[in-house]
């Protein structure tokens, strides 16, 4: 079943944003769209995966993570 997530990611530029792309395609095909909204610092994955499996994805970031929904 496919659901959307989104987290608050603490990302202050490109290259965070890049890294949080990074390890989601990681996922491969398991991640459906990503779309990461810098200014508001929001990751919304759309995926097959669980809430904690992309929780722990984007925790390799190291960046601070929150799950919003």
């Known amino acids: 079943m496919t659901n959307t997530y989104t987290y608050h990611v603490e990302m202050t530029c490109g290259g ?4 949080v792309q990074k390890v989601l395609g990681k996922l491969g095909d398991k991640v459906t769209n990503v779309d990461i909204n810098l200014q ?7 995926t097959d995966l669980s809430s904690q499996e992309i929780l722990e994805a ?3 970031t190291g960046k601070a993570v929150n799950q919003l929904s």
Not at 16 to 19: D, G, L, P, Q, Y
């Open 58 to 60: 984007l925790q390799k």
């Open 40 to 46: 508001n610092k929001t990751v919304a994955v759309t």
């Open 16 to 19: 965070c944003s890049n890294a």
